[in-house]
């Protein structure tokens, strides 16, 4: 991936899954890499198998706790990395939590926890690097998912989130083109991370066994093969970047026969609750 050779990025979320993965195929790209989460030891490991995965000595790494969910501490976060690492030209935001459950059992906090770290997460991040972006342009680029597409029963907070991150992309795409900062929202169906085996195990059961349908026809991607996805997108300047061929047909139903795919999907949990 010579087009990233030398490129400065910045990756919320990046000591774990897809974030972690994205990383190191960057580090082994020759790229200069930062990375962003909230637990430090984690971090820790995350940056070591980083700074191992490089090509060159010239390549520079770097991490930072911060929490995205708080806009204080993005905003000084930030500032502090763009002192001591540079503007970067690429931000990956990754950082991400998931809940599930149905809705009458989901609490008012849990529901806020979800929305505070995706969409309000996305948002402080996007805010906080606008002013140093916009010198010189760059590209933001937003890890929603195929939850963020079409919605998954049982995850109401997680998907709308992701519904909202692909909103709020949608809205910065032309509001940022003046200053030359592309924008591209990624959408995969399951990767196998942390966070899909946390969605899963606490998914009620009809979410699980849609789950379990769905990945007979659909297989989870690997972390590794879900960031080469994002990056290859990233590189053509895609804006929706899709993983997966069944990604692709699930989400071209639902734009295109969204009565049908309801239907179906209803038909589906009955058959499923009986
Ligand atoms: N796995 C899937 O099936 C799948 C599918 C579609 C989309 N996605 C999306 O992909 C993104 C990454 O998920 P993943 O599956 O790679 O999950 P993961 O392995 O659990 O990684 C999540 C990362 O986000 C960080 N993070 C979480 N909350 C944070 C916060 N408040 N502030 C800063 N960092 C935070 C975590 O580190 P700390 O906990 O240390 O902060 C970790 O580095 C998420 O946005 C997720 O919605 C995942």
Redo the contacts with the bound molecule.
């Keep these: 991936m010579d087009y990233f050779d030398g490129k400065r990025l910045y990756i919320?979320?990046?000591?774990?899954?897809?974030?972690?993965?994205a990383a190191l195929l960057l580090a082994s790209s020759g790229a200069h890499v930062a990375?962003?989460?909230?637990?430090?030891e984690?971090?820790e490991a995350?940056l070591n198998r980083i700074e191992a995965a490089r090509v060159s000595r010239g390549q520079e790494f770097y991490s930072l706790?911060?929490?995205?969910?708080?806009h204080t501490d993005v905003s000084t976060k930030i500032k502090r990395a763009v002192g001591e690492f540079g503007i970067p030209d690429i931000l990956i935001?990754?950082?991400?939590?998931?809940d599930a459950g149905y809705f009458e059992d989901t609490s008012y906090e849990a529901f806020d926890n979800v929305i505070?770290?995706?969409l309000y997460?996305t948002r402080n991040v996007a805010a906080s690097m606008l002013p140093y972006m916009k010198e010189k342009g760059g590209h933001i680029v937003i890890?929603?998912?195929?939850?963020?597409l079409l919605g998954v029963f049982g995850w109401s907070s997680?998907s709308a989130?992701?519904f909202a991150?692909v909103g709020f992309s949608e809205c910065l795409r032309p509001d940022l083109a003046r200053y030359n900062i592309a924008i591209s929202v990624?959408?995969?169906?399951?990767?196998?991370?942390?966070?899909?085996d946390?969605?899963l195990g606490i998914s009620p059961p009809e979410s699980k066994a849609l789950a379990k349908m769905s990945s007979k026809i659909m297989k989870?991607?690997s972390?590794e093969k879900?960031a080469e996805i994002l990056l290859e997108g990233v590189e053509k300047k895609k804006f929706l970047i899709l993983?997966g061929n069944m990604s692709k047909i699930s989400y071209f139903a639902y734009r295109n026969l969204p009565g049908l795919s309801r239907k179906i999907l209803d038909m589906t949990v009955m058959r499923l609750g009986r």
Excluded: W
């Design positions: 919320t979320g990046g000591s774990s899954g897809i974030g972690l993965a990375i962003f989460a909230r637990n430090l984690k971090m995350a706790s911060m929490d995205v969910s708080d935001h990754c950082a991400g939590i998931a505070r770290t995706n997460g890890v929603s998912a195929l939850a963020g997680y989130s992701k991150q990624f959408c995969p169906g399951e990767v196998q991370t942390p966070l899909s946390h969605l989870a991607l972390p879900a993983a």
